[in-house]
């Protein structure tokens, strides 16, 4: 089994500046890792996941993942953050064990 | 994906009674989940609901409380039984569909709101 950490309850970032969400993962195996997004008074939408093959995995919205084996991390992220990107972001691991990350709060300021 | 309506939307209830929430899929699933999320906390997997097998629920939760039904492949209900202001929470539908490298992608209703009062 997995699971994930999500080191930050709250990420808060400029408009227009780049934005890192992290999470971090314990496993025995090979690793599924999966990131979702929560707009206010809606559910949950998946964003992006990464399986095998590279290590950097784009996603909907101009979001992107980075899966970094040496460091055990899936850190979310974004060139460029936009308002609308304010959100609860989720981190889930594993494929059959449905559980998330504690969950991070992102706030983008104009 | 999948598009998955969940009825009702919100519902405000008095202790001791209980509330069946519907939660409905456009595309026959296999796997259907149920959660539970205090609003802008994580979400806690209350059960998950297989069609053809009884439903197997997470530590903390029982069937008498929490009865659900699975009828077919695009229906489940989850009941909330003799309820507390304890229950007040979102109520959120999910299933999975099998993708890429037979990886489950979870798709989620728009929840449930309950108080209880």
């Not at chain 1, 093959?53 to 936009?82: C, I, M, R, W």
């Not at chain 2, 149920?34 to 209350?46: F, K, V």
């Not at chain 2, 959120?92 to 209703?109: A, D, K, M, P, R």
Request: proline residues 5%.
């Amino acid at each position: 089994a997995q699971s994930v950490a999500q080191p930050e309850d709250q990420v808060n970032v400029a408009e227009g500046n780049p934005l890192t969400v992290k999470c971090t993962y314990s496993v025995s195996g090979n690793p599924y890792l999966f990131w979702y997004v929560q707009y206010p008074n809606r559910g949950l939408q998946f964003l992006l996941k990464y399986i095998t093959g590279d290590n950097l995995v784009k996603g909907s919205y101009g979001f992107e993942a980075e899966f970094n084996k040496s460091q055990t991390s899936f850190h979310l992220k974004k060139p460029s953050a936009l308002v609308s990107d304010s959100a609860l972001y989720f981190c889930r691991g594993d494929n059959n064990d449905m559980r998330f990350g504690a969950g991070t709060r992102l706030t983008v300021k104009p | 994906s999948a598009v998955i309506s969940q009825k009702p939307s919100r519902d405000i209830c008095q202790r001791g009674t209980s509330l069946t929430i519907q939660c409905q899929v456009d595309s026959q699933v296999t796997m259907m989940f149920w959660y539970r999320q205090q609003p802008g906390q994580s979400l806690t997997l209350i059960a998950t609901a297989n069609q053809g097998s009884e439903a197997t629920y997470e530590s903390g939760f029982v069937i008498d409380k929490f009865p659900i039904s699975r009828p077919n492949l695009t229906f489940s209900t989850l009941t909330v039984s003799n309820m507390s202001p304890e229950d007040s929470s979102i109520y959120l539908c999910s299933v999975g569909q099998v993708g890429t490298g037979l990886t489950y992608e979870q798709y989620f209703g728009p929840g449930t709101r309950l108080t209880v009062t």
